[in-house]
């Protein structure tokens, strides 16, 4: 079916849907943003990370063929790899695009594969970054998996957000919890990705990834030592996104 280009400014949208939902659940807020022509054309992003199951099991029962975007920065984990592929063949899901950065990028910008040992910013940028950006240009929405509890950076988090005028942000979870997640995957007996029960409980890169003790933060583990705590793919002009945001707060 053929969705037609949304009408309005993205921030005046944004406001109106966290209006309308704001006492909805996820599912009820998931269904919208693959349903609802008014939101343009959407795709999935996933990291198919520790608990990226979650989502993309919701995903495949409201609609399979949503489009999933999966960036392989080239330094993830095999397990991860191994993961992404078995949801996809688990979950019946129709249209899964794996993007990584183009080759020319990567000898330019980081050709010994050290950059994310002195400037991790610069290299999430390449990896993530620039290939996401490339990717959601066919787009007007893009689901995520943030929530609330998972750090103090994503404690205001809403239900939909605003990429200055280019696109609306979707995150169906934002007000879940990790008991949520937990019972979730429990009931519906989904897989879980390898690396959960070794302690990490949040998984990007490999070599910026480390196990959480128990009580910490659980995106700790995350360029530990150091204080990023976002990859940059939830930015905008330089700054993590932690509610609505329209381009005067952004300037």
Not at 102 to 121: A, C, K, M
Not at 124 to 133: D, G, N, S
Not at 149 to 157: D, F, I, L, N, P
């Amino acid at each position: 079916m053929l969705r037609k280009v949304p009408q309005g400014a993205v921030a005046d949208r944004v406001a109106a849907l966290n209006a309308r939902y704001r006492h909805h659940g996820a599912t009820a807020v998931l269904e919208h943003a693959l349903k609802d022509a008014d939101l343009g054309r959407v795709a999935l992003v996933s990291s198919f990370g520790a608990e990226s199951v979650v989502l993309l099991h919701l995903v495949s029962v409201i609609a399979p063929e949503t489009p999933v975007i999966f960036i392989d920065t080239r330094m993830l984990f095999q397990e991860t790899l191994d993961y992404q592929r078995q949801l996809a063949d688990t979950l019946h899901l129709c249209d899964i695009r794996t993007i990584r950065a183009t080759q020319p990028r990567i000898s330019f910008e980081d050709p010994d594969g050290t950059l994310n040992q002195y400037n991790t910013d610069a290299c999430c940028a390449v990896r993530k970054v620039e290939p996401l950006e490339r990717a959601l240009r066919h787009f007007d929405g893009w689901i995520t998996g943030r929530k609330r509890y998972q750090s103090g950076t994503r404690a205001a988090v809403d239900f939909f957000e605003a990429e200055d005028d280019r696109r609306i942000k979707v995150n169906p979870l934002a007000h879940w919890g990790r008991e949520d997640l937990e019972d979730y995957i429990a009931n519906n007996n989904l897989p879980r990705h390898p690396l959960v029960a070794k302690g990490y409980p949040s998984i990007g890169c490999e070599p910026c990834t480390s196990p959480v003790a128990e009580g910490e933060d659980p995106r700790a583990g995350r360029w530990r030592g150091s204080a990023k705590t976002e990859c940059g793919i939830h930015f905008i002009d330089g700054r993590a996104v932690r509610g609505p945001v329209n381009k005067e707060d952004a300037a």
